[in-house]
């Protein structure tokens, strides 16, 4: 099976270089062929910057290049010869990559990618997941350890780097419904099922949609293999278009498999309460609340339900002490 990394650039040179970086230190990209593929600016207000960043790009790529190409099966670069905009391009880049690759990893040009991204998605590729029916891609990102907006103190994130590493997380996988716009790796047959509508205007939520109703998925690691590090990025498609205060979803992706030792087994699907785990993870709650102290005699006995996490774990020293 020849595979490939698609990295979709335009106007952000910083995070790109970033990216690059990322992809050097991953296990396994000698089996990759590396493909950046730009778009070009259109003709606008701020056209100038956007050529002079897009050139920046360019130079970036050649100097990837010509530093690290020997780290990949080859590298290529090309950009469309007009402006496409964000779901077009994809849909052309891919379109042009699965003439070649049979299975394809995604990116936009402002992600991170852990050390074992490559090799994770790949082996959950050689593991026949995306031949199930109901899964179109697999995701980098997580849901999981995500703390969206909120800071996270210091000992919040040792606490879950801990419990992490204690219950072995880095080695699952869950089935979510819905495709990830930034960053997803699919195979040629599953491009077939949902490039065509990737590639409308506001494609990615197209896909989204199209997951709800007859019950697809995308298969998402609940350590993340890959961050979003551009939601705020000036230059960015969210802030150009909404502006910074109204982008939606911002990510903080605060745990990823670089925190923690690399798994020894294959990936496994997680059969564990994945409501708890969400909880614990990113609404930012204790991992382990310790149980409350019977009460004596009749002391009215108050319970927060929206800061306990389970009424009846509480309530049995309360009954059984009795």
Known sequence: ???????????????????????????????????????????????????ARNRDVQHTVEAFTRDHGHRFASVTFSR?????????????????????????????DDTIFAKDALL????????????????LALAGESIFFDSRTRPVSPAHIAKAHEIAAARDLGLY????????STCFATTRDKWRVFGALRGQPRGGEGVCRLCEEPGLHAVFPVVARVKDSGMLHEDGYS???????????????????????LPAEKPRPFTGNMGRLYEESVELRDFEAPAPAIMPGRVPWKLWCFSLRNFGDALTPHILGR
Not at 27 to 42: C, N, R, T, Y
Not at 120 to 135: K, M, N, R, S, Y
Request: aromatic share 10%; proline share 6%.
């Open 120 to 135: 994770w998605l790949a082996t959950l590729a050689e593991q026949g997941v995306l031949e199930q029916p109901d899964v």
């Open 80 to 108: 469309n010869e007009t402006n496409q905009g964000t779901c077009a391009t994809c849909r052309t880049a891919l379109d042009a990559a699965f003439l070649i690759h049979d299975f394809v990893i995604f990116t936009e």
């Open 1 to 51: 099976m020849s595979s490939a990394i698609l990295v979709q650039c335009f106007v952000k040179p910083d995070t790109l270089a970033g990216l690059c970086e990322s992809l050097v230190r991953c296990d396994g990209s000698e089996s990759f062929h590396l493909i950046f593929w730009s778009d070009v600016p259109a003709p606008g207000a701020r056209m100038d910057h956007y050529r």
């Open 173 to 180: 996988y869950v089935r979510l419904n819905f495709v990830p």
């Open 239 to 261: 802030v150009r278009v909404l502006g910074k205060e109204n982008v939606p979803e911002v990510k903080n992706t605060y745990l990823t498999s670089d925190d923690l030792p």
